[in-house]
């Protein structure tokens, strides 16, 4: 199965930006639908956005407009752009399958100030 790899999170202002990184230490992330979940302390995991093997994407309207998800299938990887970010945003990202089938990795901190 695939076992993820999340990075870029950090430490920023509201109206900041952070684009996460989410790659598979192993197995290829090519042709498998991607979600990026975050979960805030006390609160249920949630997914944010998604994005097929085709390339369609999916947002929750919590970041609708503000978030981008893409692939790049050569680098292995997803990504999750965000910009605008507000204190609500702030949780651990997590990359898995939508539904969250697979392992879950160590995800990458995301702290929003105000």
């Known amino acids: 199965q695939l076992q993820f790899v999340e990075s870029g999170g950090g430490l920023v202002q509201a109206g900041g930006s952070l684009t996460l990184s989410c790659t598979a230490s192993?197995?290829?992330?090519?042709?498998?639908?991607i979600g990026w979940h975050r979960q805030a302390p006390g609160k249920q995991r949630e997914l944010v956005a998604h994005?097929?093997?085709?390339?369609?994407?999916t947002y929750a309207d919590s970041v609708k407009g503000r978030f981008t998800i893409s692939r790049d299938n050569a680098k292995n990887t997803v990504y999750l752009q965000m910009l605008s970010l507000k204190p609500e945003d702030t949780a651990v990202y997590y990359c898995?399958?939508?539904?969250?089938?697979?392992?879950w990795g160590q995800g990458t901190q995301v702290t929003v100030t105000s």
């Open positions: 898995n399958s939508r539904m969250g089938s697979w392992s």
């Open positions: 192993r197995g290829t992330l090519s042709g498998y639908t």
């Open positions: 994005i097929t093997g085709g390339g369609s994407i």
